[in-house]
């Protein structure tokens, strides 16, 4: 066994090297026990398979975490409030609540929307044309399209959707607060979302809060403690990742001039395979180093369960590295090339089985349609420096993408 | 041993081999059918696995649960009276022909 294919996780090195060594880890195991800085052991999966295999057995659970049972393994705390969200219930709870959001932001809905998203994108360039020949792509174009859906889906009314940008963005990676205006503006947005639930309770319109405010369950309706979490899951997952994730794939498309030309014959037609590579590429895509590590949240085993050869014992925990199964030599043979063609394209960024994201087909299609109008408006559009990352923060996310066309 | 035939929406056909108690989005994934997703693994929740079944097929394969008749609703392509998730279409003896539709995300 050679060094590469027993270090893991791994400190930041370039994206070939990093390619290099995910290749070495899966081939020598499925998966890794790793000490997290919080919450103790928990095994890592390399592997595609492995994870798929993982993901879709019932026997892995979140409930301990809930409950506050076991302290989440993970690379920072777990911050409370999400631990009281959807990802961390199980069946049959889980099942219940996902139903009644899944409909809102299903793929039929999802469809019905995608207009309206094409239509605000297309302002949005409006309004950078209209103040010059420069814009910063994450303020100007990647950030305020996710909201704008959002709200659009909340039902968060128009004369709102300032405010809820404030308080909302204070919880994202990309807005460098201090501590105390994250506390204060995640309180105003939590009451705002309180008062939301209230009113569409007494005066329901077509959205999301409406139908959470108001749906009828065999037994009871949901209570409000019930639906805030909600609300407040769908805010932090809704935009700062969907936000992240297109500014990834501008960037991405913007520092591979071949791949960008091939886009640019057919924006439309390839916006859904450059956003299934996008999503799986990710980082290696930006040619800055890139660190063995990232990880979904992490499941419990209810019992001794067998993965690829290698025994979880009943109460250890276990998460994959989506990074790593994306890069694994196994599922995909030249993962390190940036392809937006390709067809076969099991990235697990989303996740997958009864936890895969939810709001999966509203982010899937705000990238298609964010990478498409964009590059079909402004095919003469160029970086003028290199992207900006904010490297404190767990997600690593772009926090400037200065253009120019 | 059973086959699953996949007609896709360019009227091509992929014909696999099944075993039976699979179902048709399990072969389909684990055989790289294309245009069946399943993102959810089979539990009823992203309706990413739509399929039309073949008229011959409807009786032996059942009706939709309450559960899979929500879900129906969701789907990216239009529903029709064929349609079901193929996750709840669990492979028998016989052959399966199901017609994939042409969007799922
Ligand atoms: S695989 Fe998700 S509903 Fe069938």
Same mark, same amino acid.
């Given at each position: 066994?050679?060094? =590469? ?8 090195? %370039? ?9 070495? =880890? ?44 076991? @302290? ?50 297309? %302002? ?45 963005? %204070? ?74 994730? =297109? ?59 067998? =993965? ?60 298609? @349609? ?14 003028? %420096? ?20 | *041993?059973?086959?699953?035939?996949? $007609? ?12 039976? #108690?699979?179902?048709? *989005? !399990? $072969? ?11 993102? +959810?693994?089979?539990?009823?929740? +992203? ?8 008229? !011959?097929?409807? &009786?032996?394969? #059942? $009706?939709?649960?309450? &559960?899979?008749?929500? *879900?129906? /609703? +969701?789907?990216?392509? /239009? ?7 193929? +996750? ?6 016989? /052959?399966?022909?199901? $017609? ?6």
């Amino acid at each position: 066994m050679n060094q =590469i294919a027993t270090d893991y996780p791994f400190a930041p090195v %370039s994206a070939a090297e990093a390619a290099e060594r995910y290749r070495a =880890i899966a081939a020598d195991r499925p998966m890794t026990k790793v000490t997290m800085p919080f919450g103790g052991d928990a095994w890592v999966i390399h592997r595609t398979e492995a994870a798929r295999a993982m993901l879709g057995d019932p026997r892995f659970v979140r409930e301990p975490f809930r409950t506050g049972e076991r @302290v989440v393994p993970y690379f920072v705390e777990f911050p409370e409030f999400l631990r009281q969200t959807l990802q961390f219930e199980d069946p049959p709870h889980h099942t219940k609540l996902r139903r009644l959001v899944q409909k809102a932001i299903s793929p039929k809905q999802v469809r019905a929307m995608r207009d309206s998203a094409v239509a605000y994108a297309n %302002s949005l360039i409006d309004e950078m044309v209209a103040k010059g020949d420069t814009a910063d792509l994450v303020h100007d174009y990647a950030l305020p399209l996710p909201i704008q859906m959002l709200c659009n889906l909340l039902g968060v009314p128009p004369e709102d959707h300032d405010k809820f940008e404030k308080w909302a963005s %204070s919880t994202l990676a990309v807005a460098g607060m201090s501590e105390d205006d994250v506390v204060a503006n995640m309180a105003e947005l939590y009451m705002y979302v309180v008062e939301l639930i209230q009113l569409r309770r007494r005066e329901p319109l077509d959205d999301l809060i409406s139908s959470l405010a108001n749906a009828r369950d065999k037994d009871d309706t949901l209570t409000d403690e019930e639906i805030l979490p909600i609300a407040m899951l769908l805010v932090v997952a809704g935009f700062d990742n969907t936000a992240n994730f =297109i500014t990834t794939g501008i960037a991405s498309l913007l520092q591979h001039p071949a791949q960008l030309e091939l886009f640019l014959t057919d924006p439309d037609g390839l916006a859904p395979t450059a956003t299934e590579e996008t999503l799986r590429h990710g980082r290696f895509s930006l040619g800055i180093p890139v660190a063995g590590g990232g990880a979904l949240v992490p499941f419990v085993a209810t019992e001794d369960v067998e =993965i690829d050869g290698q025994l979880v014992a009943e109460g250890e925990a276990i998460m994959i590295d989506p990074g790593a199964t994306a890069h694994d030599g196994i599922a995909l043979p030249d993962a390190e090339r940036f392809d937006i063609t390709r067809q076969n394209n099991p990235q697990l960024t989303l996740s997958y089985g009864l936890h895969h994201c939810l709001g999966a087909p509203l982010a899937r299609m705000e990238m298609q @349609v964010a990478l498409a109008e964009l590059f079909k408006r402004l095919p003469q559009i160029r970086l003028t %420096s290199t992207p900006v990352i904010n490297h404190d923060h767990l997600s690593q996310p772009i926090t400037r993408l200065d253009a120019t066309w | *041993m059973p086959k699953v035939f996949y $007609t896709q929406p360019d009227g091509t056909v992929v014909a696999v081999a099944a075993s039976p #108690g699979d179902s048709v *989005m !399990a $072969t389909a994934v684990r055989n790289g059918v294309s245009g069946v997703v399943g993102q +959810c693994g089979g539990s009823l929740s +992203c309706a990413t696995c739509h399929v039309y079944v073949d008229e !011959a097929h409807r &009786d032996e394969l #059942g $009706t939709p649960g309450e &559960d899979e008749d929500e *879900m129906l /609703d +969701c789907t990216a392509s /239009d529903r029709e009276d064929s349609s079901r998730l193929s +996750c709840q279409l669990i492979i028998g003896e016989g /052959d399966v022909h199901v $017609t994939v539709p042409p969007e799922q995300l």
